[in-house]
């Protein structure tokens, strides 16, 4: 067991940025989430304490075999001034997950929805409310043993920074442009595709580069096997509406199992719609495409939730997806997956979690 | 340019570690190399300053999205007091080869040399002389700015911290039992596998404790494409001598570009062996042991130098290489490998250098 969360609040608070001044992840929260893991003892300490530097010894493993996983979430304030999160236990769920993955401890997932209610709610005032902010959730485990011996590390830290970021879509939404990638791949079978950790994103990097040098907005990865079927892009999983259906990649190992992946597919049959998980080869997109069956295509992820794709550039062949316009179905998924976020809209799923004092 | 190196010493000296209780990478020196990055300013503040711990936020770009590479090479200290480093330019092209792959910004490379040359001269006393001692030396980058966006971060810090490490073979050299991993993929083409980026070893180290479990010492990776091709020994590279010839895996992108695989490559071609870099099969591999024609299996890298494979268990066929002892080829290896790091050997290819005050 974890034993009992311990409060220490600052009383040195930082002025909180203009609501309209909010970009992604910049600004943090007066306090964060801390918790120790040390072998032999397991999860020790949880503790709301002062946000501070962390110190940490340079040998430390993380700095040199990236043990490093992490989960991404949003606590969401509505004109009532009632705040909420978003399916937090399948964040902790797939934190464990990614923790077995890298050899690193669990956690115990009820223990930390509790603690991230009570971190959120002694923050609450961070939380903007303008239309479409949010207050991020950055839990993340690293690996602090000072030792250069290539095997896991006996002592962690389990961490959650806030910061309160402004809307996605500060303009309306925007379809984005994507590059399809031939060379460079995310990850593959047996690798860490499936795992929320930091070297996958440290790959993806040098591609995101040159995709925006060309003038795109994001990558869409292959498969790096046959480099052929569609995993997913940027940071997000992928839909298409072909011909009234929704496809996305099935999960296959190298792909993260995002949760508003999950939540899209179950909101798309509540609506009657056919979902499709099967293997989508970018060839069979593009025949589609031809073909005018390829309707409307959008990544889903946290930070955006729903993020629409307005055109698509694979080996010289240009796919502009409904006009480069906004879809209707889309649409649909994104109004209602907020509304159901920001508490607005029927959560007939039960996905909504109150964060009460 | 980097500017001018500063160097702070420390007064408070730390108790050097018995030659006899010397592991590896636990005990540290008394001073680090520290050089920063900042976005349009480039590398600045070059220094020797005292080993301590870094404060870093804890949004520190690192500890997300994994942006951390590194590097391992020794200073080797032989009875005459002389202190050598063995091809340390590699090293550092290397280090530049695995930040560009991750998005980072490359050093001068003979400028780095040279700091490294001062920083162990400064903790010559910390290079320990018993045989097969030495100075691990661990240069290291990691990304700083406090940013969650997904993106290359615009502040990096590079460290270079020293370790005093015991013989690796404290007993004599022991031949190391393998399995041949099925399931789990080190890397793969279009990934990271060529860079020595710390993601790459997070990933790893699950299939290592597994076959650690089995009783093996060792993880054989196999190709991520056919899981058929054999790419490298946990962190080494790995050659076979058939038949008289020596094998390695041909270098094709996911396989770390190990110095000590070249240096080795080039002894055994200036001893007339047969060097043959190609796609290494298990199955291929299994038939020359059947054949008989499986002479010897050894890992090299920095810091075994030569690691003898005494038997491999691949898929429950178990092949025992020369009776499980260290081969004749794999023994003149490592003497003479050996021998040009402390100096006791002529050094015909220029690799060892001399570290003067
Ligand atoms: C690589 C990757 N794919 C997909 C997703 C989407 O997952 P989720 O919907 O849980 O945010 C994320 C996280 O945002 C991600 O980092
Ligand atoms: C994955 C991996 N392969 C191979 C090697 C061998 O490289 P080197 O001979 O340069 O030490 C290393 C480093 O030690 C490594 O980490």
Redesign the interface.
Do not use: E, W
């Given at each position: 067991m974890e034993c009992q969360l311990t409060i220490d609040l600052t009383d040195q608070k930082k002025e909180k940025p203009a609501h309209d001044k909010l970009?992604?992840?910049?600004h943090?929260t007066d306090h964060?989430f801390v918790m120790d893991y040390t072998e032999g003892k397991g999860w020790h300490d949880p503790r709301i304490e002062p946000?501070s530097?962390?110190?940490?010894?340079?040998?430390a493993m993380?700095?040199?075999?990236?043990?490093?996983v992490?989960e991404g979430l949003k606590a969401y304030r509505n004109q009532e001034g009632e705040v909420r999160l978003f399916r937090p236990d399948q964040n902790f769920k797939r934190l464990n997950r990614s923790l077995?993955?890298?050899?690193m401890p669990t956690v115990d997932e009820a223990f930390m929805v509790e603690a991230l209610k009570k971190l959120v709610s002694v923050e609450k005032e961070w939380i903007p409310t303008a239309e479409g902010t949010s207050l991020?959730i950055?839990p993340?485990v690293?690996a602090t043993e000072?030792?250069?011996?290539?095997?896991?590390s006996h002592t962690y830290k389990l961490?959650i920074?806030l910061?309160p970021v402004g809307a996605y879509y500060a303009s309306g939404m925007k379809p984005v442009k994507i590059h399809v990638e031939n060379?460079?791949?995310?990850?593959?079978?047996?690798?860490?595709g499936n795992a929320k950790?930091?070297?996958?994103?440290?790959?993806?990097?040098?591609a995101?580069?040159e995709a925006h040098e060309k003038g795109y907005e994001q990558v869409l990865w292959l498969d790096?096997?046959e480099?052929k079927y569609i995993e997913e892009v940027?940071?997000m999983n992928v839909f298409f509406k072909v011909n009234g259906e929704a496809w996305t990649p099935m999960l296959n190992g190298s792909i993260l199992e995002g949760i508003t992946r999950d939540s899209t597919i179950q909101l798309l049959k509540a609506w009657g719609v056919n979902v499709v998980e099967k293997r989508i080869s970018v060839e069979e997109l593009f025949q589609a495409y031809q073909n005018g069956e390829l309707e409307e295509a959008f990544g889903t992820g946290t930070a955006a939730v729903i993020s629409p794709i307005g055109e698509m550039s694979w080996n010289g062949n240009k796919m502009v997806i409904n006009g480069a316009k906004t879809g209707e179905l889309t649409q649909k998924l994104y109004d209602t997956m907020t509304g159901i976020q920001y508490g607005v809209v029927e959560d007939e799923f039960g996905w909504s979690v109150k964060v009460t004092e």
């Open positions: 970009a992604f992840g910049v943090f964060m946000y530097p962390l110190t940490i010894d340079p040998a993380v700095f040199h075999y990236g043990q490093a992490f077995t993955r890298l050899d991020y950055r993340f690293i000072a030792c250069l011996g290539v095997r896991a961490i920074l910061s060379s460079y791949v995310r990850a593959v079978r047996g690798g860490t950790t930091a070297g996958n994103y440290a790959g993806s990097l040098k995101q580069t790096a096997i480099t940027g940071s």
